[in-house]
Nanobody, 120 residues
């Protein structure tokens, strides 16, 4: 069982950092992905990070603007978002998965989500 709690969203303009606090007895078996869900759209993969080695993957839509990182000592994954666009608005979720996947259906555990609204 893995629990995830997102924080750090809100009304933003230039940039924001989201946090995903991860807990559970088996967290080292899982990797973390970020997804977002905008009204009227399907849930979209944002990026992914390996919990144990330096490996990340980004969706083309955020590559060069968003950075995913982790602090294993704090059991926390971060999503640094910069050069924000209105289309980045949505509810951002972190989720846990074994291996590497960009499909939301592959993820076993999800946080409750945090709203990010980009003001123009």
């Amino acid at each position: 069982q893995v629990q995830l709690v997102e924080s750090g969203g809100g009304l933003v303009q230039a940039g924001v950092r989201l946090s995903c606090a991860v807990s559970g007895r088996t967290i080292s078996e899982y990797n973390i992905g970020w997804f977002r869900h905008a009204p009227g759209k399907e849930r979209e993969f944002v990026n992914w990070i390996n919990w144990n080695v330096d490996s990340t993957y980004y969706a083309d839509s955020v590559k060069g603007r968003f950075t995913i990182s982790r602090d294993n000592a704090k059991n926390t994954v971060y999503l640094q978002m910069s050069s924000l666009k209105p289309e980045d608005t949505g509810v951002y979720y972190c989720a846990a998965v074994k291996g590497f996947h960009i499909s939301a259906r592959a993820y076993d555990y999800w946080g409750q989500g945090t709203q990010v609204t980009v003001s123009s």
